[in-house]
Nanobody, 116 residues
Framework: QVQLVESGGGLVQPGGSLRLSCAAS????????MAWYRQTPGKEREFIARIFSDFTTRYAEFVKGRFTISRDNAKKTVSLQMNTLKPEDTAVYYC??????????WGQGTQVTVAS
């Protein structure tokens, strides 16, 4: 499996920004499909954004124009730039890797809290 470690979560005021990062292990990172999800208590984990090996991206409708996913294959990282944050963005954010060799992997999550 790919080992994933998220970072960058924290407390931010409404309207603020945060940048999450996910560092991955493994030698085939460039071939992985990388994605971000989030989850709040009592709810299912929901898709936020995905970036493919060719750098094409997909976003959930509720984050279009506010969040941007990117990847750095040399550093084996995927990032999520989050702008104009709202209280309803409060959640645990997870990184996911879909590897052609090792299948599906998830990070441990990082808490994002948007509050005054």
């Amino acid at each position: 499996q790919v080992q994933l470690v998220e970072s960058g979560g924290g407390l931010v005021q409404p309207g603020g920004s945060l940048r999450l990062s996910c560092a991955a292990s493994g030698s085939v990172f460039s071939r992985n499909v990388m994605a971000w999800y989030r989850q709040t208590p009592g709810k299912e984990r929901e898709f936020i954004a995905r970036i493919f090996s060719d750098f094409t991206t997909r976003y959930a409708e509720f984050v279009k124009g506010r969040f941007t996913i990117s990847r750095d294959n040399a550093k084996k990282t995927v990032s999520l730039q989050m702008n104009t944050l709202k209280p309803e963005d409060t959640a645990v954010y997870y990184c996911r890797a879909q590897s052609p060799l090792s299948g599906d992997s998830w990070g441990q999550g990082t808490q994002v809290t948007v509050a005054s």
